[in-house]
């Protein structure tokens, strides 16, 4: 019956029964006197005729008749047998059918093999799974898990003792009984039959087996398909040989097994049944009756000249009865094999106390120096007499064991190890068999299997020493049974040692062990097929660099030969080396040039992300702050554009100490088309398939080669050769090229290990750790790192842009005309909307003129530049640049551009240009403002320039023109009235200061008026009469003047705000001492008044263009001092005025004073009399003279409420001085008046004086109302002299 | 001409210093020499609480290698691999290397339980070792 005919379910209950079977199978091998039963096993010796192995040959399964005949006594045979006057009965009796091949003398080493392959399917890849055994306390719990850590073992004893027969020491194998078979096929079958036993074959001479005793039976096999008459042939056999022992047997070549096999429930009725039990109760029986019988007689009757012999033996001289001797030996062994042979067959018999006091006196024949063999196998066989009847035991194994160990019979001497081990075992004495073990399996010529089989023991059996285990023995002798378990090839074995062994020693830093476990390991994980584990293992090995470099390379090479056996493919995943540094690791899409200052760009990269609206982070407030996390943004992956490289940057690092060479390393990277947008509305029409992800996670070779350039994969990669001298760390670039829409993940490099074994090295990039959600928290998780991963989206139109003729240096406020080229490089595509953001936006000024300029109103936005580039197109963008700020700078600016076809991945892309330039000192301006004391409308403004370059390298700069730029206010020369004086005075050489004067009044020449809102007055004064004009209002200067206004504003709102933070945060103690005293109380008061309004809205400001030309070269520029207030002055409150006369340093290179004075009391006066007055004091006593107070009210917006009030001489206007005046005042004496917005009021006072002199009338007070209800009293310190000249 | 193996090993089974004598100028890769100091470490274990002594004298033996052994109060075990038995060269040894440990674990930069590095001790162990062996 085949398997196939079995139906399932009874399937099922066959293979249980199987099941069941092993199980009972491995239950009595745990059993060694089942172990021994076995190999003391009586044997039956069957001799067919080549005929009859071929007719079982062809009926299948390559069967033979003895198996068939084993086959019928695996049951239980009860056998009865009488010797002299004890009768056996023999419950389960066993025999082995042999044939004469079994006599051959086989290999040893072949058996050893045989029976080490047997226990083969039991192999295991480790005794527990995911156990490691660190400490002493894991032993306990590893015992409680694993209860039989060597399944194995138990069966390759049993099998070990029972094939491994000595034929020179022991009669276990001579054949009881034999059975000679013939087919009738054979022409002659009786007289082959007779034939065959004739003569005894020679194996019967050789072992000195006696062939007369030995019961025969005689069978002739009958085929079916034979036609010859069966019947009449058994009938001449019968007559010729015994018609007991004369047998038919038919069978049925077309049946497997001939019909012939062995079934419970149908063998009674089987012919070969009754055979088989004949041979058993019939045959064999007697033949033990008459072999006992007769071995008896004949050593009785030899007993007593042996005696003798042995005696002559032992007292004669040696030397001369050597010849003697050898001739007595010859004979005494037929007699001491007699011994034996009666022995042996007790023991067939069970009969242990016969054969016992037999052993013993068979022992006594030989001594252990003579022949240490026999000796041993005598001792044995007592040992094993006495344990079968539970006696004393052990000593006899120890005998046995030195003695075959001293014969060289160390597999004998390995057999007994393994009885003495077991009873050891039953004894609990761990120790000595644990030591009894490593003694053996150190012998040197044992078989490598069997020795790694008795060192793993030993090593468990240290697992269960009491008290406490010894572990770290025990894991050794595992790594020395692994050691010997890889000796025998066999690698399943060897790993399981290595790896068990492997956790006592892990990171302890046994760098000699450490090597060899790992290397080991690394060779078995690889022979099983853990390549991974493999590579951790090599990592481990090369981690500490600690070998030297000639191991180092034989490690390597053993590496690369293995994984190139036993990879597929020759490819090997993950490669050990080299070791890449992941932090370093950038990378650059096409737009960029790698650049140090990432930060800068990407504040503008941001920028126009946010003018583009590709993010939209939402505004927070309120309570949505605190769930802020759930509006982070998250981080998305960066956009490429195919066909277009990308480059990655990478830091390999070799980290051993031999040089390693590395073939075709080139990016591996995974590639996923993107699925096309479903809209949920519309059914498709078919599912659409989930887009194959494609890699080149393969070697790549010539065929990969070509198969990348022919644009079957999905990008392009470039392969690199690279050699790594020890040590050697290498930057190195590597590109990659997609070639169609989707997604890209760059995984790793992939490489070619010293032109052998391919494989990859991974990139790992790591990002901040998760820890938002609970979940995160308690595990460890890290946020997806997409620097690797691009979107590869359509092709795009790129744009190369550059500065031309861009100047190395300026000179500060210098201006020069360049170029921006912009080119486009596609060849397919136009662009559009291209903007432009630079990291010194004041700096440049797009345009040529007035009307094609490009300007910007705000700093933090971009340039639009009216320019389209259709494919290929170049564009030359005309500007100006500035030097602004002195130093050295590096411009760089972002292009922005949009493609004209769209594209919905990637609205807009970047293109980067920069440059270096310095900025060197030019010239100085400082100003000065104040009111003229003249006329209530009219200041002072004083201009001192200078040319800061101190020795003989600076320039001389020649200032050519002053402009000033106000909405109502001009200036007029006043250092000179009509013309320039010598043009000497503005020709500043380095170390010359220069100052001169100007009086600002209104533009309009009658006070300023509001509505002209929109118009600004421009005065253009020039120091070169001749000379042409610059013209301040137009392009570039102007807006230049612009950009600086806004540069100022911003950094004053700067200012503003680190003001308001740090006072905010209590103590602005740091501040007080950087900031003059002024400032600090105007500042103080900006945050006092509530209202600001009064602050920064006066129109009491003017710009200050100063044009230089420079000798060198007839370089020129402007230099700007924007927003030069003049106000008025109250000198006796410094809360509400600036220190007099104080020169405001604007245009110095460093330092610039920011803070602006800010009108705070928009109020001037002014008394107006006439200041010589003649007065007869004879005549009148007292002079009334009349005076006019005249009140201004500078602002535009803020009416004034104020108080005007007369002192009395005595009272003191100052505290420190004590003088009193001589005037006093009569007539009104207080007013109270509002002042509109500009307007100007004339108050009338009289004073009155007593004496002439001159008198300074300045005794009076102005109480201001300010808008915070604060009430300043002003008073005068203006000097106004009367001269009171007596007529007389 | 018998060699000598000695190592120290710290309270995790970890080797803080190993050297062999005689100082020959090829050192042979004896792995065997390790794990058979290492697996002696359990006999250590059961005799440092029967004796008072730091010596322990012979404690174990692997076929003809025999391993001595001396524990400071420190629970770091100081192991001697060797063929031939004398025990009071052994011992002194011992003792003298246990001056020079306790000098290096005075050092306030020596870590206790970490290899030692110092080039002095390795010195002075030679010394002492080549004076002995």
Known sequence: ??????????????????????????????????????????????????????????????????????????????????????????????????????????????????????????????????????????????????????????????????????LDLETFTHPIAVILAVSSEDSNPIGMLV???????????????????????????????????????????????????????????????????????????????????????????????????????????????????????????????????????????????????????????????????NYKTYAKEFNSDKSPGFYAAANEMIGLCNYMINKECESYFEIAYNNYIKSGLIHCGARVTLIHGYVMKKKSNYKALSDLFKTTAELRDIDPFCSAILWEQAGFALLQTTPSPLFRKATMRIVMAGDKYSEASKRKHALRCYSFSYSVYESRDWNLIDDHLHLSLVRYSFFQGHTSDAILFVNKLLEKNCQSFQKQNSIIREFLYISKTYTKDNYIGELPIPSINNETISVHLNDYSPDGSQSVWQEMEEAFKKEAQVTSKPQLQGFDLWKRDLYFEAEKERTAVVEEQI????????????????????????????????????????????????????????????????????????????????????KIV?????????????????????????????????????????????????????????????????????????????????????????????????????????????????????????????????????????????????????????????????????????????????ARCQTQFDVRPSIRISSLSQ????????????????????????????????????????????????????????????????????????????????????????????????????????????????????????????????????????????????????????????????????????????????????????????????????????YNDPSLAIPWGSWKNTTSPSGKSILYPSLKLPLRYQIKSELLIKHDFEKERLCTVPLKLQLSNCSFIHPLTLSVDTLLPHENIDQTTFSTCQYFWTGITKYNIELKPQEIMDLDLHVCFAQSGVFNINRFKINVKLANEIHKEIFSTIQHLINIESNN | MSTFTFLIIGKNDNPLYEIEFPITVQK?????????????????????????????????????????SFVTAGHIKFMLLHEKKDEDAIKNFFVEVHDLYLKILLNPFYEYNKPITSTAFDAKVRKIGTRYF
């Not at chain 1, 210098?814 to 080119?823: S, W, Y």
């Not at chain 1, 197109?873 to 500035?882: E, G, K």
């Not at chain 1, 001492?1073 to 400001?1101: F, I, K, V, Y």
């Open chain 1, 931 to 1130: 009111q003229s004391s003249t006329n209530l409308n009219a200041y002072l403004l004083g201009v001192e320039v200078d040319n800061p370059i101190i020795g003989g390298a600076g320039d001389s700069f020649h200032i050519k023109q002053i402009s000033s730029i106000s909405k109502h206010w001009k200036i007029q020369p006043l250092s000179y009235s009509t013309d320039v004086p010598t043009p000497s005075i503005v020709s500043l050489n380095p170390g010359k200061f220069t100052n001169l004067f100007f009086r600002i009044v209104p533009s309009n020449g009658e006070g300023i008026v509001q509505s002209k809102d929109d118009e600004i007055s421009i005065t253009n004064i020039s120091f070169y009469k001749n000379e042409p004009m610059y013209d301040s209002s137009s392009f570039p200067t102007y807006h230049f003047l612009e950009y600086e206004k806004l540069t100022i504003d911003q950094l004053q709102q700067q200012q503003q705000q680190q003001l308001n933070s740090s006072s905010g945060g209590g103590g602005s103690s740091g501040m007080i001492q950087s900031t003059s005293n002024s400032q600090l109380n105007l500042m103080a008061n900006t945050r006092d008044g509530g209202d600001n309004s009064l602050n920064d809205n006066h129109p009491n400001h003017i710009d200050l263009l100063i044009y230089w030309e420079c000798d060198n070269n007839n370089r020129m520029g402007v230099l700007n001092s924007s927003n030069i207030s003049f106000l008025p002055t109250h």
């Open chain 1, 195 to 357: 034939k065959m036993f004739e003569k005894p074959p020679p194996i019967f001479q050789q072992l000195g087996i006696e062939a007369t005793n030995i019961p025969k039976v005689y069978m002739l096999i009958h085929p079916d398909n034979a036609h010859t008459e069966s019947e009449k042939r058994l009938n001449e056999m019968k007559t010729t040989f015994s018609s007991s022992t004369s047998y038919l047997l038919r069978v049925n070549t077309k049946e497997d097994l001939c019909g012939l096999a062995f079934d419970h429930s149908t063998a009674h009725l089987n012919p070969l049944t009754n055979i088989i039990n004949g041979i058993l109760s019939k045959d064999i029986p007697t033949f033990f009756e008459k072999e006992i019988g007769g071995l008896n007689d004949s050593i009785a009757t030899n007993k007593k000249s042996f005696f003798s012999k042995v005696k002559a033996f032992r007292f004669g001289g040696k030397k001369t009865e050597e010849p003697i001797e050898a001739e007595n030996s010859k004979n005494s062994v037929s007699v001491e094999q007699s011994i034996r042979k009666v022995a042996d067959l007790y023991f067939l018999l069970q009969d242990y106390e016969n054969a016992l006091s």
């Open chain 1, 734 to 910: 590597f590109s990659i090229q997609p070639m169609k829409p989707g997604n890209l993940i760059v995984k790793g490099l992939g490489l070619c290990m010293c032109g052998a074994i391919w494989g990859k090295r991974e990139f790992k990039l790591k990002n901040k750790r998760l820890n938002k959600t609970r979940q995160q928290r308690e595990s460890i998780v890290y946020e997806p790192n997409l620097s690797l991963t691009f979107r590869v989206t359509c092709p795009m139109p790129r744009l190369e842009a550059q500065f031309v003729d861009f100047p190395e240096s300026l000179y500060h406020g210098e201006l020069r005309q360049l170029k921006l080229v912009l080119k486009n490089c596609s060849n397919k595509m136009g662009l559009k909307n291209v903007r432009v953001r630079l990291s010194h936006p004041t700096a440049i000024c797009f345009g040529s003129n007035s009307e094609d300029a490009s300007c910007i109103k705000k700093l933090d936005s971009s340039v639009f530049l009216d320019v389209a580039l259709p494919p290929n197109a170049t564009v030359n963008v005309p500007c100006w640049v500035r030097g602004m700020t002195v130093g050295r700078h590096t411009l760089r600016c972002l292009v922005y551009y949009e493609s004209e076809a769209g594209n919905t991945d990637l609205k807009y892309r970047l």
């Open chain 1, 1 to 166: 019956m085949t398997q196939a005919q079995i139906p399932s379910s009874q399937h099922n209950v066959v293979s249980q029964q199987a099941q069941q079977a092993q199980q009972l199978q491995m239950m009595l091998y745990k059993d060694i006197k089942y172990s021994v039963n076995s190999w003391i096993t009586p044997s039956v010796l069957v001799i067919s005729s080549p005929s009859v192995s071929k007719i079982f040959q062809r009926s299948g399964n390559n069967t033979s008749l003895e198996q068939i005949f084993s086959q019928y006594v695996l049951e239980k045979k009860k056998v009865s047998i009488k010797v002299n006057d004890s009768s056996y009965e023999l419950n389960d009796f066993k025999v082995n059918f042999v044939t004469l091949k079994d006599y051959e003398q086989q290999i040893q080493s072949q058996i050893l093999k045989d029976t080490a392959s047997s226990i083969d399917s039991l192999a295991t890849d480790e005794y527990h799974p995911n156990f490691k055994l660190r400490t002493k306390q894991d032993v306990p719990y590893f015992q409680k898990i694993c209860q039989e850590p060597t399944p194995w073992f138990e069966k390759y004893r049993h099998q070990f003792i029972k094939s491994l027969h000595n």
């Open chain 1, 647 to 730: 480059t990655v940057e990478v830091e390999i690092k070799n980290p051993l100490q031999i040089p390693l060479q590395f073939n075709r390393v080139h990016l591996v990277a995974t590639f996923k088309e993107q699925k096309p947008p479903v809209d949920p509305s519309i059914q498709p029409p078919l599912p659409i398939l989930e887009p194959q992800e494609e890699s080149n996670m393969s070697p790549l070779d010539d065929n990969a080669m070509t198969k990348m350039n022919n644009g079957s994969l999905p990008f392009k990669v470039e392969p690199i050769d690279i050699l790594l001298l020890p040590s050697e760390t290498k």
């Open chain 2, 28 to 68: 042979k890769e004896t792995y065997v020499h390790q794990y058979i100091a290492h697996g002696s470490l359990d006999i250590v274990e059961e005799h440092v609480w029967k004796s008072n002594n730091m010596y322990l004298k012979i404690i174990d033996k692997f076929n003809k290698i025999q391993i001595s």
